[in-house]
């Protein structure tokens, strides 16, 4: 019998390798635009469901919410949304559709060797730093730490003789954020191009700061997002109970646990069961700690909405550096025009943007390190515009110009914070 045979052959070998894929098939992404206080607690209140994946949530003037509804919970949630007059309209009807356009333009690329500007994985991001290390003057590597399932947090070192201060960027601490690992190989790789062919800003900057870029933090998860479930988010470790991971951007040792993230393990948002609980979180803590008083800027990159956001996420109060700290992500936006395309990025507070989350990294970088141009950017789509239908299924052809753009934000930002 083939089903029991199955069956046995999953309890025997663990059913990570043999699972099938999630599917998504007429799996609806909605736009919401809340108008009145009763809409946003609504709203709140069917966040908390599994079955309401909200992807992203902006608050400020006008509410604007992107939430992924299965069919089912789609026949369920529309009756409500007309019922309180919540305008909605539908951005993607089959989101399994996007996916599989992304796998069709990923299946192009995947066997070319050069790896900048695709959705490379895991070991090919490896491969790429180790090749790097091995040929360049400018990189050498340093393992952060290692993931509950065993991968090495490879950090890529870009720096010069006279360097004197660091930076750090890290990508890929959510799961299903492709595009963000994309973008820190992207920018490893222009950093070091842009160098060696004697680019002036790229000179001077390498004369001065040292370039500590860890491309994917979360290497367990995104594996799985490529694997098994599109939408992963969390880490892959356990918890009591059936349901695994943690939300690393969730688990940090400041505020932890004092807002907009849950105690649920089954929750998307999860902070673990204590601070600092999580391997790739303790291993982010301790590389910075190792080199305490030497960091002037800490760099967490995301997907998505076109933001550059400052500290808090913990609270809408206002870090004492905020002027200057949003002054200078205006810099940074402006660097992203000048390469690229700036149009949707604001910047701003993220709790004030967005919504309340405790426990994030560049929460901890500015409120324990001491870091103070700690900022956390989400990059394309936006919430509206262009490719927003895509959401987290970005196209892989757009992820040279989120390189891009990116690479020209952060080193714009970065001349501006020079001495
Ligand atoms: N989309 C990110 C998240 O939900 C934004 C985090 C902003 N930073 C923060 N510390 N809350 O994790
Ligand atoms: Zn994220």
């Not at 999953?10 to 099938?20: I, Q, R, T």
């Not at 688990?251 to 609980?277: E, I, M, Q, V």
């Not at 960091?295 to 500290?311: A, E, N």
Request: proline share 4%; aromatic share 14%; glycine share 8%.
């Amino acid at each position: 019998n083939f089903k029991i045979a199955l069956c046995l052959a999953v309890f025997l070998f663990g059913s990570a390798a043999l699972a099938e894929k999630t599917r998504y098939d007429n799996y609806k992404l909605v736009h919401l635009t809340p108008k009145t206080p009763l809409h946003v607690q609504l709203v709140s209140e069917w966040e908390e469901k599994t079955e309401f994946d909200v992807w992203t949530r902006v608050k400020t003037t006008e509410e604007s919410v992107h939430v992924l509804l299965s069919p089912e919970a789609y026949v369920k949630y529309s009756v409500l949304f007309t019922l309180f007059k919540i305008p909605f309209e539908i951005l993607e009807n089959n989101m399994q559709k996007n996916f599989d356009e992304q796998e069709r333009s990923m299946a192009l690329s995947r066997n070319s060797r050069n790896i900048v500007g695709r959705y490379a994985r895991y070991t090919e991001i490896q491969s790429f730093i180790d090749n790097l290390a091995a040929t360049s003057p400018l990189v050498t590597s340093d393992i952060a730490g290692k993931t509950y399932e065993g991968r090495n947090l490879k950090v890529a070192i870009i720096k010069t003789a006279t360097s004197q201060r660091k930076v750090w960027i890290d990508c890929g601490i959510h799961a299903r954020e492709w595009v963000s690992p994309a973008t820190c190989v992207y920018f490893i790789d222009k950093l070091i191009n842009d160098y060696n062919s004697g680019n002036a800003l790229a000179r001077e900057l390498l004369g001065y700061f040292e370039f500590h870029v860890l491309p994917i933090v979360n290497p367990d998860g995104y594996e799985f997002s490529h694997t098994n479930t599109r939408m992963w988010r969390k880490n892959r470790r356990p918890n009591s109970g059936s349901c695994v991971g943690t939300d690393l951007n969730r688990n940090f040792g400041f505020k932890w646990l004092t807002g907009g993230s849950s105690t649920d393990p089954c929750s998307d948002t999860y902070a673990g069961p204590s601070a600092d609980s999580e391997l790739e979180t303790k291993a982010i803590e301790n590389y910075i700690n190792k080199y305490k008083g030497q960091w002037d800027s800490y760099l967490t990159i995301h997907s998505y909405g076109k933001w550059w956001f400052t500290p808090y996420g913990y609270s809408t109060t206002l870090p004492a550096d905020y002027t200057d700290l949003n002054a200078k992500a205006q810099i940074g936006i402006s660097g992203i025009r000048a390469y690229g395309d700036a149009t949707g990025w604001t910047s701003g507070s993220s709790s004030r943007i967005l919504y309340i989350a405790s426990g994030g990294s560049e929460d901890w970088t500015y409120g324990v390190a001491g870091i103070k141009y700690s900022y956390c950017l989400e990059l394309r789509p936006g919430q509206s515009g262009t490719d927003a239908f895509y959401g987290f299924s970005l196209p892989e052809d757009r992820a040279p110009k989120a390189g891009l753009e990116t690479y020209g934000g952060i080193v714009t930002f970065l001349k501006a914070i020079k001495p």
